[in-house]
């Protein structure tokens, strides 16, 4: 196994200690938060990679702005500031903060659904984006490459959409029952996998040819402009910057969940290209939503992190680092034997649970039942990436079956060193040499929408 890899850019200045519990302790735990660790106490989890988004570490940089937040209910200072950076790195006209990306959509997306019967197609909705779709009276439909669901083999761009799919999808639908195609960079539910810039330039063009309006859902759109640089021959020698600008380009909107790559703590942001009377509906509809359209649910102290953070995340030496530390986690996994999404992605190492645990069917959930097993293992908190998220059909409301079954190993920005990914790879692969054991999961208690986040689960026995 190659084990160069690249140090943080950074060093540590402030440290919040983090303690291990007692096999005992978490099985009882588990019991407790009924089989779903969405339900855990932070302080009951060793290393926590729920999720990159809002957990990443702030600069100094950022602590500092933070005293400089203006707290004006109108026009604050920090609004400006926020407005004048994201304008700077989108080259869009109208700039709106929102909470965070959900906070986005539930403003966005109702302005693009004047009647029944629309569709959004994206290479892969992820859950919010797919709730606030359907939330907004339309319906969702991925399109994404089929080489994604063949997680052994490389492939630089599994995010890519399936361009084909998506003109027949269209032509099928009809052009004008197409509410939007939202491209997902990086592609979270395919693995944090990046979409190529040829790729989206083919989205373009049949955007264009079609009239239909262009989103991106660009929580790592950082991310994803480092991977085309990295792989792409004619970016190579472009910035991160310049990649990005040309993303922007392409599309009319831009929603972003700004904790991710704006490694804020909470934020999000609409950015509208040039569509006044668009920008005018959202800054009516924010107010009732969010709070009025110069903050938009966040404090004048987020927008100032938000600011420094958004400039941050474009740093190439943090990007290099970020990504290594992607990879060192997901090649340690792979060397010993692990089914995993191959190339790792932006933030996260997906781990294949359909082949880690084949005798458990998907209504059971297989990659809940190995993300539990990890956090009895060493108190490591993944994810369920699978059919447990994906819910039901609204329709039918019969469990839907995800293609893929996939245990989350999200890594938070700036966070965690090298050493605790060692941890986790350890606990991966003891649960690895005993996966003949695993049982799978039957509802408790189960929401209505959205179900993974408040379910309760038990073994079957
Ligand atoms: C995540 F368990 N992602 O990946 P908000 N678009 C995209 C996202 O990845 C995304 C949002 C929009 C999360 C948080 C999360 O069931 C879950 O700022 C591509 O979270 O509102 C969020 O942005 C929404 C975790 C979301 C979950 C839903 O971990």
């Known amino acids: 196994m190659d084990r160069k890899y690249v140090a943080p850019p950074y060093r540590i200045k402030m440290v919040e200690p983090i303690k291990m519990t007692t096999k005992e302790e978490r099985i009882s735990l588990l019991k407790e938060s009924g ?22 570490a702030m600069s100094h940089f950022q602590w500092a702005a933070l005293m400089m937040g203006d707290e004006a209910y109108a ?13 700077e790195i989108t080259n869009y006209k109208y700039i709106i903060p929102a909470h965070q990306g959900r906070g986005a959509e539930q403003v966005v997306l109702p302005q693009l659904v004047d009647r029944d019967g629309l569709y959004f197609i994206s290479n892969m909705h992820f859950d919010t984006t797919r709730a606030h779709v359907e939330l907004a009276g339309a319906r969702a439909l991925d399109c994404v490459i089929d080489e994604c669901f063949d997680t052994e083999n490389y492939h630089p761009f599994k995010g890519n959409f399936h361009l084909e799919n998506l003109v027949r999808i269209i032509e099928e639908k009809g052009k004008e029952n197409i509410a939007g195609i939202i491209m997902t960079i990086t592609n979270n539910s395919a693995g944090g996998q990046p979409v190529s810039m040829e790729n989206m330039h083919e989205v373009k063009k049949i955007a264009v040819k079609y009239g239909i309006t262009l989103l991106i859902d660009g929580a790592r759109y950082a991310e994803n402009a480092y991977f085309v640089k990295q792989r792409e021959d004619r970016y190579k020698n472009k910035s991160i910057r310049e990649i990005a600008l040309e993303v922007f380009d392409l599309a009319d909107i831009f929603l972003m969940s700004a904790k991710k ?14 569509d006044t009377d668009l920008y005018n509906k959202c800054r009516t509809y924010i107010v009732p939503m969010e709070g009025f359209p110069t903050y938009g649910g966040l ?47 932006g933030h996260a190492v997906f781990v294949d649970c359909k082949k880690f645990a084949p005798h458990i069917p998907f209504d059971q959930f297989p990659a809940q039942a190995v993300g539990n097993a990890v956090y009895l293992e060493a108190g490591v908190r993944p994810v369920e990436i699978g059919s447990f998220l994906l819910g039901r059909d609204p329709d039918t409301h019969k469990n839907l079956e995800s293609p893929l079954e996939l245990m989350r190993l999200t890594i938070p920005r700036r966070t965690y060193t090298y050493a605790h990914l060692d941890v986790v790879a350890d606990a991966v692969i003891e649960v690895y040499k005993n996966r003949d054991s695993l049982v799978g999961l039957e509802f408790d208690y189960e929401p209505p929408v959205l179900r993974h986040f408040t379910a309760r689960l038990r073994p079957i026995k």
């Open 261 to 274: 790559d704006g490694i804020s703590n909470i934020g999000g942001l609409i950015c509208i290209k040039e």
């Open 35 to 56: 089989y779903n660790p969405f339900s855990l106490r932070s302080e009951d989890v060793y290393i926590d990679l729920l999720t990159d988004s809002g957990t990443g």
């Open 75 to 87: 026009g604050s200072r920090s609004f400006y500031r926020l407005e004048k950076v994201a304008k």
């Open 299 to 345: 404090t004048g102290r987020d927008m100032e992190a938000l600011a420094v953070g958004l400039n941050e995340a474009l740093e190439e030496d943090y990007l290099e680092h970020r990504l290594d530390q992607v990879r060192y986690l997901g090649d340690k996994l792979r060397d010993a034997g692990i089914p995993i999404q191959y190339p790792t992605g």
